[in-house]
């Protein structure tokens, strides 16, 4: 309890009694007693925590920090809202020391937080609604009413102020504009974005809050330049995209507004760059930019003149209006159109672009005839080429050719290199032991080859036995050791489809067996020669030749045995050579062929080998 100068008790003392004391202190310039009845009330009371007398009690502790210098110890403590529950005189000294400090030295010691607490303050202090009756605190210390044209300049002005204060900061320090200080400001204002809890160097407000804010106050361009340099490419510009989710709505309608302007400029192309990153960022076009679309592409690629015509331009521009309204068949028609004109030029000197034309073309409008004919003599001409050995087969689809053949029945080239192809894959099915594939293959040969009706075993066998031949004695011809082994197995398997009908086949296969024993004699080693007696391709008996040469090799490996010392696999050398040689004559005739020598076969074991 406390007593007057009477010696009477005096009135309790609280702690809203020291809090208006404090205050009452404070705007008195009575800075030495500000502290000490805050301390009081803190030691006493507590710090305050109902919602009025916390405001104060901190705002006052906040404006005391600020005037030392303790920058931020007063961003910490002020309250970033319910700001009017403050003496309107404190928070007014507040923000004119944080004002002077974002001016001291052109700002080159103030931190963001600094400057978020300016825009909080003044924001506040000269709202429209006038919340915490600073006109009235300006009245009182001019001792006048303060007129409406008199009070507007003068908050217009302070604010222009201000504005133009934080703009020059920020090109100082180079923040762009979804990190200015000046869009924290106007955003502030309009939705009171700033907390001073969440200010950082890299903004002061949320990204999000900047970007639509940008938008809202017709400043698409400046967001869209922002957002530019920080992300390059608009290609990656995406709803689903974390990195972009955030400002989508906020870009698309920058971007929409931009298309718009483009279109009215005649910019057509970059139009539908503008309005193909608003559909990519998630949002359907409109009534209003579905017609820009349409209107862009309709233009894009041409000139009023007709002399700057870019086709390459028009193409792609028709591309994106195609992707954006994929239902018009105007956008379609005219997208087919130019692609197949394209490909008609580009037909000679650049086949591969003329095809990518006439394949997208059809893509685009799958029934044009145009696109399908210029693709159609793209494939005559490759078969051209294939058949005279200018082009690879293999890069000819078959199922190509089969749909070109439907188209136009009588393309002899299609059906020659149709047929061609199944002979080549009846052999080497047949050559793989797969006769059920071989024999399909050998029906299709002879439907290409202008037979009708279905074919019968018998023919099937015979065209498959002469498709083989032909191989053999094309592989034969190559002259190398896989060649001669190639000819020996294709007549073998000819022998084995043919049967005792065509007995001359087997004669032509001996002679291959015996033509691959000669050039492994003289090109390989005597186990090679060995090897190939040993697969029983051909018995001793039949062929005198074969059966010297088989003896020779026999003879020779066990001349190399005794030399390395491998006596034993020299006597079974020589052994195996005298079975071989026992009955062959001394002096084969002089003209035609030696006789052959009916007689038991030998076994001479695999082992003869090593």
């Known amino acids: 309890?406390?007593?007057?100068?009477?010696?009477?008790?005096?009135?309790?003392?609280?702690?809203?009694?020291?809090?208006?004391?404090?205050?009452?202190?404070?705007?008195?310039?009575?800075?030495?007693?500000?502290?000490?009845?805050?301390?009081?009330?803190?030691?006493?009371?507590?710090?305050?925590?109902?919602e009025e007398a916390a405001v104060r009690y901190t705002v006052l502790r906040a404006a005391l920090a600020a005037r030392v210098g303790n920058w931020s110890e007063a961003v910490r403590r002020c309250p970033d809202s319910?700001?009017?529950?403050?003496?309107t005189g404190v928070v007014h000294a507040l923000a004119v020391s944080t004002l002077r400090r974002l001016e001291e030295e052109g700002g080159r010691h103030t931190e963001f937080g600094t400057a978020a607490l300016a825009i909080v303050l003044w924001a506040y202090l000269l709202d429209e609604d006038d919340p915490g009756d600073f006109r009235a605190l300006l009245t009182g210390r001019r001792g006048a009413a303060v007129p409406d044209e008199l009070w507007e300049e003068a908050r217009l002005q302070l604010l222009?102020?201000?504005?133009?204060?934080?703009?020059?900061?920020?090109?100082?320090?180079?923040?762009?504009?979804?990190?200015?200080?000046e869009t924290a400001w106007e955003a502030e204002r309009a939705i009171l974005a700033v907390?001073?809890?969440?200010?950082?160097?890299?903004?002061?407000?949320?990204?999000?809050?900047?970007?639509?804010?940008?938008?809202?106050?017709?400043?698409?361009?400046?967001?869209?330049?922002?957002?530019?340099?920080?992300?390059?490419?608009?290609?990656?510009?995406?709803?689903?995209?974390?990195?972009?989710?955030?400002?989508?709505?906020?870009?698309a309608q920058a971007l929409a507004e931009r298309g718009?302007?483009?279109?009215?400029?005649?910019?057509?192309?970059?139009?539908?760059?503008?309005?193909?990153?608003?559909?990519?960022?998630?949002?359907?076009?409109?009534?209003?930019?579905?017609?820009?679309?349409?209107?862009?592409?309709?233009?894009?690629?041409?000139?009023?003149?007709?002399?700057?015509?870019?086709?390459?331009?028009?193409?792609?521009?028709?591309?994106?209006a195609h992707a954006l309204l994929p239902e018009d068949g105007s956008l379609a028609a005219e997208l087919t159109a130019e692609l197949v004109r394209q490909g008609q030029k580009a037909f000679d000197n650049?086949?591969?672009?003329?095809?990518?034309?006439?394949?997208?073309?059809?893509?685009?409008?799958?029934?044009?005839?145009?696109?399908?004919?210029?693709?159609?003599?793209?494939l005559r001409a490759d078969l051209r080429r294939a058949l005279d050995g200018v082009q690879p087969q293999e890069k000819i689809r078959a199922?190509?050719?089969?749909?070109?053949?439907?188209?136009?029945?009588?393309?002899?080239?299609?059906?020659?290199?149709?047929?061609?192809?199944?002979?080549?894959?009846?052999?080497?099915?047949?050559?793989?032991?797969?006769?059920?594939?071989?024999?399909?293959?050998?029906?299709?040969?002879?439907?290409?080859?202008g037979g009708e009706g279905p074919c019968g075993e018998e023919l099937v066998s015979s065209v498959l036995v002469d498709l083989l031949v032909n191989e053999a004695w094309f592989s034969g011809a190559e002259g190398t050791r896989a060649?001669?082994?190639?000819?020996?197995?294709?007549?073998?398997?000819?022998?084995?489809?043919?049967?005792?009908?065509?007995?001359?086949?087997?004669?032509?296969?001996?002679?291959?067996?015996?033509?691959?024993?000669?050039?492994?004699?003289?090109?390989?080693s005597p186990s090679d020669v060995i090897e190939l007696f040993l697969r029983d391709l051909m018995r001793t008996g039949v062929s005198v030749r074969f059966d010297q040469t088989v003896k020779a090799a026999y003879l020779r490996r066990a001349r190399t045995r005794e030399k390395e010392g491998d006596l034993g696999g020299a006597r079974r050398d020589r052994v195996c050579a005298k079975q071989i040689g026992g009955d062959l004559p001394d002096q084969g005739l002089l003209f035609g062929s030696t006789p052959r020598i009916r007689r038991r076969h030998h076994d001479f074991g695999q082992e003869t080998l090593f």
Do not use: K
């Open 82 to 87: 319910d700001l009017n529950l403050a003496a």
């Open 195 to 251: 907390f001073l809890s969440d200010a950082g160097p890299h903004g002061l407000i949320p990204l999000d809050d900047a970007a639509r804010h940008l938008v809202s106050h017709d400043r698409g361009h400046a967001l869209l330049d922002a957002y530019t340099a920080r992300h390059p490419d608009p290609a990656t510009w995406t709803a689903d995209s974390s990195d972009h989710r955030a400002c989508a709505d906020a870009l």
């Open 1 to 50: 309890m406390q007593v007057d100068d009477t010696g009477e008790p005096g009135p309790p003392v609280t702690a809203d009694g020291l809090l208006d004391a404090a205050e009452h202190a404070f705007l008195n310039a009575e800075f030495d007693l500000v502290r000490p009845l805050l301390q009081h009330i803190r030691h006493t009371f507590g710090t305050p925590d109902a």
């Open 483 to 524: 060649g001669w082994e190639r000819r020996v197995d294709l007549l073998g398997t000819a022998v084995g489809i043919a049967g005792p009908a065509r007995d001359h086949l087997r004669e032509e296969y001996e002679a291959a067996v015996l033509d691959l024993a000669e050039y492994l004699e003289t090109t390989a």
């Open 350 to 378: 650049d086949p591969r672009q003329s095809r990518n034309r006439f394949a997208r073309a059809l893509v685009v409008s799958p029934r044009h005839r145009d696109a399908r004919s210029g693709l159609d003599d793209h």
């Open 260 to 320: 718009h302007g483009r279109v009215q400029a005649g910019e057509w192309s970059e139009a539908l760059a503008d309005f193909s990153t608003v559909a990519r960022l998630g949002h359907a076009l409109g009534t209003e930019n579905r017609a820009a679309v349409l209107r862009a592409g309709n233009n894009v690629g041409r000139s009023r003149t007709g002399r700057d015509y870019s086709p390459i331009t028009r193409i792609q521009g028709l591309e994106l």
């Open 160 to 181: 222009g102020r201000i504005t133009d204060l934080l703009h020059a900061l920020d090109v100082r320090a180079g923040r762009d504009a979804l990190a200015a200080w």
């Open 399 to 449: 199922e190509a050719v089969r749909g070109l053949l439907r188209r136009d029945p009588d393309c002899a080239s299609a059906r020659r290199w149709l047929r061609d192809r199944n002979a080549e894959w009846a052999v080497a099915a047949a050559s793989g032991r797969h006769m059920a594939a071989a024999r399909s293959a050998v029906r299709h040969v002879i439907q290409y080859d």
